[in-house]
């Protein structure tokens, strides 16, 4: 019986591509991607999930809706799914504590730099390497850390560096940390704590 994991997405889904791509190649034998929630209902990600054959669900936050009934609906979604391990893959809502603690390490999140730089709160996405750029840093990269009530706080997982070539924009530095960092990292970390789940 392998570990049940949740993906949470909120766009495009890259990330989630790169799990489905290292399930297919067998790299993931002890967790299963059983199902994909999105908070946008638009996000290309579902699609993606639709594609590989996963169960897709939509949770959104609906105007007005507290953030502890949003995230009511999100664990009922979960339960109903049996899911015993989640991966954020570029979800842009912040858990509570009192939800993350429903997981104790068994939520993982992708962030595009190396922690504990240009990370936490509003830190996401272009934004992220715009910083990095801005700095004038020479290395940037990846990090897999599991999730608490701090953005991008919990305990680190993984990391991979990837060098700042002169002349990068944010878009491209963006691509080449996902292909050379994220996309490595992340299905290696969900290898991790799945098979940590079941021992």
């Known amino acids: 019986m392998r570990t049940r994991i949740a ?14 791509d290292a ?4 790299e993931l034998p002890h967790g299963e991607l059983a199902l994909v929630v999105s908070n946008n209902e638009s996000a290309y990600a579902l699609e993606r999930a ?3 054959g996963i169960p ?17 609906k999100l664990a009922a979604i ?11 893959a570029g979800f842009m809502a912040i858990l509570s504590a009192d939800f993350v603690k429903r997981f104790p390490d068994r939520i993982i999140n992708v962030h595009p730099s190396l922690i504990p730089s240009f ?16 700095y004038g840093v020479k290395v940037t990269g990846a990090t897999v850390h599991y999730v608490n009530e701090i953005p991008d706080g919990g305990r680190i997982i993984a990391q991979k560096a990837v060098d700042i070539l002169p002349g990068d924009t944010p ?12 996309w490595i990292l992340l299905p290696r970390a969900a290898e991790e704590v799945a098979k940590a789940i079941q021992s």
């Open 171 to 182: 878009e491209t530095l963006q691509r080449r940390v996902m292909e050379q960092a994220e």
């Open 7 to 20: 993906v949470l997405v909120s766009g495009g889904g890259t990330n989630l591509q790169a799990l489905i």
């Open 119 to 134: 990370c936490g709160e509003g830190f996401y996405g272009l934004r992220v390497h715009r910083a990095a750029l801005d």
């Open 56 to 72: 897709a669900a939509v949770c959104l936050r609906e105007k007005g809706e507290s953030r502890a009934d949003f995230e009511a």
């Open 78 to 88: 979960l339960e109903e799914n049996g899911i015993q391990m989640l991966i954020l």
């Open 23 to 26: 399930a297919g190649r067998g």
């Open 50 to 52: 639709r594609s590989a």
